[in-house]
């Protein structure tokens, strides 16, 4: 576009250097480089401002401990064993949380493909534990799966169990509330992903006679696989993160002290800047370190059309 | 042969079966999968219900301990968590910093989505993983350095802090929910005008932006409620008087000093109605399955 607008409008008098200059915003228009990228320009800047420095700020902040040298935070949070087990803790809810949730979400949402009624209302209903938010969730946990809440009430009524059952304030209520509120989340993502693949796929297989666990295993799994890294990935995200329900349905000081609480005390509560810092770039890098594994998988799978727009 | 396949196709449909009319009907005898699945989720649909109604009838009730249900019922909570947790103030802080973090990344993320949309250049895949960090990075891990950073330029726990730390997930997001959106935009509306004599700001405003709209709105109410609900960064960043409500909610739980549940609880539970129109207003605009790929059907 600018180019073609310069060229007639290009003085005369060096041939030359007009010529040279058009080339150039021509070529670089030729790859996708011109006044449109200039658009981008608030997002990125914005971005580096609040998401980069600050990122690299810690990271040079997590090498200047007040004492132990230059890796003396790392070193510090490597040898104090409470510290290092909270690593530990957050991959056992985080990983069983993602799995439970991707689990259960696929086979739900292969029955659930077809159109039916109040399918809408059923999708509208998964959404409310997404806008529930972790503090509601935590408060109903306690209450509804306390000693005296319905749960356990319901238990002692059908006879399962002589005494209330202890699945708040420990890891159970952790977990517990990581799905609740993460199951509707993978649903929907499963869910959208499924619905992208053609159904024509599956016909086709019907008619050369495939039973529905072949249909299943070597058509559709196929084509969703990709989808379910995705979706495995924003879950895990998400519970690798888990920090207020950890606090408020949690043992914090015990089987539920995860890595997000180490870095939130040290930071915060010891105003110990460099050791949070540093307890956040552990974070940070174990988590990068579980996408980047399953990114890899991914890419190792079929990635080509679904048939729809998935 | 044929009817077999026919059989194969009608199975495939798993409960759904066709009567002479091609009309579908639910099937009365359901295999036990069938079962099995519909169980799982009447199961957690009871708790969900469960742990939802809990707090609704604990905050209206006058006392509850072991027993069914609470013993008289009340609304003076209500009155006392409004005076107690300061939520006039609380509210108006909230909806002051959601208000400035959905129209601020609008503003920001919208332009940039359109040239992601719109142009293939060198270090574009460079770019959306720098819009895919922040929503791939746990706000925890991210936040305590940008807290550490807001705490140097004295932006922590005022406003200004509590919505530019926001707006570290809300642009990426805005932008991801807006470049396949534009995408879909045929690129020859814009030429056709740009043929027909229209300059850029009469393209932006008379083409586009009309065309944007459903789609700014779409991502305005996405950010809304994400903002709205986002504990960590808030919960990092924010002082006495730029609280969120669920930030007030969780100091209010974690705090000391002895507090009555059922006041907790009615807060919570105005926080959910909150929530939940939210929630009917996006539905009324968003498809929340269709984020991600469209329906083939």
Redesign the interface.
Known sequence: MTAVAAGPQAPAPDPGTVRGRVALTHQLAERGVDRVLLLAVPGVLALVALFCYPFLYGLQLSFQPAHGGVLGAYKAFFSDPFARKSIWQTFALAIPASLINVGASVPISYRMRREFRGKRLLLAVLVVPITLGTVLTAEGILEFYGPAGWFNRTLHLLGLSSSPVKLTMNYTGVLLSLVISGFPFAYLLIHSYLSGIHPSMEKAAATLGADWWRRFRYVTLPLLAPGLMTTFCLTFVMTFAVFPSALMVGDPDGSTHVISIEAYEAALQRFDYAQGCADAMIMTALMLAVIVAVTALRSRLYTGATGGKG | MSG??LR??G??????GHDELGQ?R?RLAMRP??W??WG??AF??I??L???A??VL?SAGRQW??T?LPTGWTGSWYSEAWSEFNLGQVLIATLEITLAVVAVSLV??T??S???A?????G?KA?SI??A??I???????G??????LYKFHLAGSLTGVI??N??PS??FV?FTMTPFIEQIDPKIEQAARVCGAGTMTVLTRVLAPLLVPGLLAAGILVL?RTF?M??LT??TSGPTSQTL?VA??SA??SAGIRT?QS??AM?VL??AT??V??VI??RFVN??????????
Do not use: C
Request: charged share 10%; glycine share 4%.
């Open positions: 077999q396949a194969a196709v199975q495939g449909h798993g409960q759904l579908p639910m999968g069938a099995l699945t799982v989720l957690f649909f708790n969900l469960g742990v939802i809990t707090v604990d301990f072991n069914w920001i993320a332009p940039a359109y040239a992601l719109r142009r293939s250049f060198p574009k770019l720098l819009f960090l922040p791939l990075v746990p706000p925890i891990a991210y305590i350095p940008l807290a550490t950073v530019l730390a707006l570290v642009i990426p932008v409620v609900g504990f960590e919960f990092l669920i909610l969780f739980v974690n549940s907790i609880d919570a926080y959910t929530m939940a939210l929630l996006t539905l929340p399955t269709q984020l991600i790929a469209r329906t083939s059907d």
